[in-house]
């Protein structure tokens, strides 16, 4: 996510253009998150950067989260996801993770990039938050109220879930 926002569709009276203020230097707030296939509810970890080390601190929260489960995840080829530390915790927890490693440059068919996408245009674009703190808590409270709204959560089919079990 970005502090500079980024722009969507808006109304505006016919014939002014809307404005929309800039931070000026642009910053980044990176996010981890996942989607839980059959609650429709997103996880996510609020990061400084975004690091290997990162990525792992989130795969912890996630086993926390969902102890006693095993976890498939869909991941991208991002050089975070195939980093040694990243192997090293998998290997480590084999028997509760297996990552899904989805094709090159399919990013459509990661169920999570619609929801950043859904995010970003209902809660992000078009909103000058001033603050990376500001950004951070707009982004935070955009995925609780999608996490307790049960219309606009994003639930899969329990079919393609036993589907993706024995891709895995």
Known sequence: FHLNPGLARLWGLRGEQPLVPSAGQNRRV??????????GR???????????GDFVAFLRLLLERHAGRHLYLFVDNCSIHTAKVVQRFLADHRKQLTLIWNAPYTPELNLIERYW??????????????TVENLTQAIREAVTNLNRSKELRMNLHLESV???????
């Open 30 to 39: 990176p996010v981890f998150g996942a989607l839980d296939a059959v609650t």
């Open 42 to 52: 997103t996880t996510i970890l609020v990061t400084e950067h975004k690091r290997s």
């Open 117 to 130: 996408g859904h995010l970003k245009r209902k809660a992000i674009h078009n909103y000058y938050f001033a």
């Open 162 to 168: 036993d589907s993706f079990r024995e891709a895995a």
